[in-house]
Structure formats: C-alpha cells, structure tokens
C-alpha cells in the first residue's frame, strides 16, 4: 500500500492533480515553485519573473474548485509576499521548514509541531481527511512503517497518521506588505512560525 501511495502522490503532484479536490477551497496551501518541468503550452505565457521563481517557497489559496488544472494560480512568494501567476503543474507541495533565502533550511515537517493541511490519502489510503487542517507529532512512532502521526483540530483529540507525500506545509503566516488574503483561521494558528521573524 506504501508504494502505490507514493507513486500515486508523485503522479499527481507532476500534473498538478493533487490540488484538484473541492476540499482544498479556501484554504493556505505552502508549496514550492517547479518550473524545470513547465509543458509547453504555458511557454509563451510565462514572465521573467515567472522564471526566476523556480525553486522559492509560497503560498496559495485556491477560491474555486473549477478547472485548477487548467488554470495559471496566483502564488505569493517568501516574506515579502509578491505575487506570480503559475499553472497547478509546477507546483508541489512545500515538506520543509523553509521560508526564503534570509530563512533557509532543509528541516523536514516531520520534525517539527507545524501545520499541516492534509493533501493525500492515510496509510490505510483513506482520502477522508484531504483539507483537514493537523498539527504534526514530531517523534511518534507507528506500527506500519515510515508515517506520521497528526493531530487533528477539534474538542476531541483525534490522530490519524500518514505518509510524508499526503501532507503539506500550511503554515497561515501572513508576510509582511501582502493583502490579507481569504484563509481559514483555525485553533492552530495560535502556534506560530512567523515568515521574516
């Protein structure tokens, strides 16, 4: 089951699909800009600024489940906050603590209690919790290999656990000089990582 969930995660996130789900409406979504694998159709649309995002860090907030494949997505970058626009297809989900050139590191959320948004299906390859808003568990271990233990918000305490590929950094920091944006608020924003800090 491990295999097929991570082949089926990095299928997807080479086409973009893994943000086509209703679920993911409306909510901060931290990713990394992949413009080494641009299709050609989108070649002509691309700015210099496009291009010299490859690699940086952001964030979206998808405001309508339609069509997102064959979009181009409003993408906020590192601290400041500046806007380019980009197809679903060069993005992938953000899995580090990495922030921007003044913040970096290759620290993995796996090792941190961050927020995460939940994009892929559990170890059992549930897809219930795709858009679900967790908190990771650094250091848990469990039974059936390499996953991670989350915390889901809520009154009840309630864990579910997942492979690295089904999460997604979301950290819901606002940088500094962007507009604010339309992003879920959750109890889990009182735990902080501040972008320029």
């Known amino acids: 089951m491990a295999e ?3 082949r089926d995660c990095e299928r997807a996130e080479l086409n973009g699909s893994w ?7 409306n909510k901060r ?4 800009v992949d413009v080494k694998t641009v299709e050609q159709r989108w070649l002509s649309t691309w700015s210099k600024r496009a291009w010299k995002a490859d690699g940086k860090v952001g964030y979206i907030v998808i405001v309508k489940d339609d069509n997102v494949e064959n979009r181009m997505l409003h993408v906020r970058l590192g601290a400041t906050g500046a806007k380019v626009m980009l197809p679903a297809s060069n993005l992938r989900p953000e899995r580090t603590m990495y ?9 993995s959320i796996a090792t941190q209690d961050v927020r995460v948004i939940i994009v892929g299906p559990d170890f059992s390859g549930s897809r219930e919790h795709i858009g679900k808003y967790a908190l990771v568990v650094p250091n848990a271990t469990h039974p059936h290999g390499d996953n991670l233990q989350v915390k889901f918000e809520g009154w009840l305490l309630t864990y579910g656990h997942f492979p690295l590929c089904a999460l997604c950094r979301s950290l819901n920091v606002q940088p500094a000089g962007a507009p604010i944006d339309l992003v879920t608020k959750t109890p889990m ?3 902080t990582h501040n972008f320029g800090d």
């Open 99 to 107: 922030q921007d050139l003044a913040h970096p590191t290759s620290e």
């Open 4 to 6: 097929t969930i991570a």
């Open 19 to 25: 943000l086509m789900n209703a679920a993911l409406v």
């Open 29 to 32: 979504i931290d990713v990394r």
């Open 189 to 191: 924003d009182l735990i």
